[in-house]
């Protein structure tokens, strides 16, 4: 019997053993999560607990509310309800995916660097993984030409996340188009973890979500990253009928339902997204800027800017670890930063910017004094 390998979740492993003991975390990557009381005042429903007050505590809707659905379903052209499975955030919706779609020997295809789930657990289900590299010196981008390539009759289902993580390179809608034809091509699965969708920092920037181009696409996405919701730990699953089918009769047999009062808030956020995108992107659009004029004057440091999403992914030019970079940076200046190491990306750091911006400016300050004494 084949013995089920996980591999150590690196990025979550060194996140969970430093985040809560440091005075400014740069390594997080959603926008400045709300408290409940803020997210209530900024839609005008303060009143809203006291309305649940009589909500039943069953398992609720096991999809997700019909509410819910619909309004994941409005953030598409194409979906509706039925369309939408409710998750446990975007990790339980990649997972999900994966435990639906993949056997013992389907070729799987990655993009990578990526977030790690995309590939390892495919791994754990004993796919044949492939990792289709991405260079800074291309943007961050994947090449269309070199995913054929990987492209074998044993392929079930390539991975990409748009926008990436952890560069937040964004792939325009023509190279998406293209993909989605390749996946179809080879009769396979296109998974695509859009979980900072929409997060433009260009406000002329747009793509479509791969759900709404081909028929074998499944998107992901979360409540996490654009929405600040990340303690209701929602996410979903955007995909035609019979895919989602599949994944309800997979999701049976692990999480049944989600919490109803989680159901409740996230379908309130749904009704109001316009104010929420309008406060976050001020926020990633507004720390953009002073993230890139902080690099422009760090010798130490380059980048390949980001076009979407709350993260970035620097380059650094130190005589040290990127592991060592981090730990340093949490010791002697309560910093937190993610290592390139935790992407198997040697000589990177991760950056979120999606934090308040006093937080930023301060710790962008405490790292600038380091650097300083490194010269």
């Known amino acids: 019997m084949r013995e089920?390998?996980?591999?150590?979740?690196l990025v979550e492993k060194f996140m969970n053993a430093y985040e809560h003991d440091v005075e400014l975390n740069l390594a997080e990557t959603c926008v400045d999560p709300f408290t409940l009381g803020e997210f209530l005042t900024l839609v005008g429903r303060e009143e809203f607990l006291e309305e649940l007050k009589g909500t039943k505590l069953t398992y609720g809707f096991i999809p997700g509310s019909p509410g819910l659905r619909?309004?994941?379903?409005?953030?598409?052209?194409h979906m509706e309800a039925g369309n939408i499975?409710?998750?446990?955030?975007?990790?339980?919706?990649?997972?999900?995916?994966f435990y639906s779609l993949v056997e013992p020997g389907d070729t799987v295809i990655s993009v990578f660097p990526s977030y790690q789930q995309l590939y390892s657990v495919a791994r754990s289900f004993g796919a044949k993984v492939k990792l289709l590299h991405l260079r800074?010196?291309?943007?961050?981008?994947?090449?269309a030409s070199e995913l054929a390539e990987l492209v074998d009759d044993g392929t079930k289902l390539i991975a990409i996340n748009n926008p990436h993580n952890p560069s937040g390179s964004l792939i325009d809608s023509r190279s998406l188009r293209e993909i989605c034809s390749i996946a179809e091509e080879a009769g396979a699965y296109l998974l695509c973890d859009e979980a900072y969708r929409n997060l433009y920092v260009n406000p002329d920037d747009s793509v479509p979500s791969v759900a709404d181009i081909s028929e074998g696409a499944i998107a992901t996405g979360t409540f996490s990253k654009p929405f600040s919701l990340t303690g209701l730990r929602l996410g979903w699953i955007a995909a035609s009928r019979p895919i989602i089918e599949e994944c309800e009769a997979h999701r049976d047999y692990t999480t049944i339902s989600n919490g109803v009062i989680d159901d409740a808030l996230a379908s309130l956020a749904m009704e109001h997204v316009d104010r929420i995108y309008e406060r976050?992107?001020?926020?990633?659009?507004?720390?953009?800027?002073?993230?890139?004029?902080?690099?422009?004057?760090?010798?130490?440091?380059?980048?390949?800017?980001?076009?979407?999403?709350?993260?970035?992914?620097?380059?650094?030019?130190?005589?040290m670890s990127s592991e060592e970079l981090c730990l340093r940076l949490i010791e002697e200046k309560s910093v937190f930063l993610l290592p390139g190491s935790c992407f198997e990306m040697e000589g990177f750091i991760r950056i979120g910017y999606g934090c308040r911006t006093e937080t930023l400016e301060a710790g962008l300050s405490r790292i600038k004094d380091f650097l300083n004494s490194q010269r």
Do not use: C
Request: hydrophobic share 45%; proline share 8%; no cysteine.
């Open 85 to 97: 499975l409710v998750t446990g955030g975007a990790i339980g919706a990649n997972f999900l995916v």
């Open 280 to 319: 976050n992107l001020k926020i990633v659009r507004t720390n953009h800027r002073i993230l890139s004029r902080w690099i422009e004057d760090e010798p130490l440091i380059d980048w390949v800017p980001p076009r979407a999403g709350s993260i970035a992914f620097l380059r650094h030019h130190l005589n």
């Open 136 to 143: 800074p010196e291309d943007g961050w981008l994947p090449d």
């Open 4 to 9: 089920m390998k996980v591999e150590p979740f």
């Open 70 to 77: 619909q309004g994941i379903a409005n953030l598409y052209d």
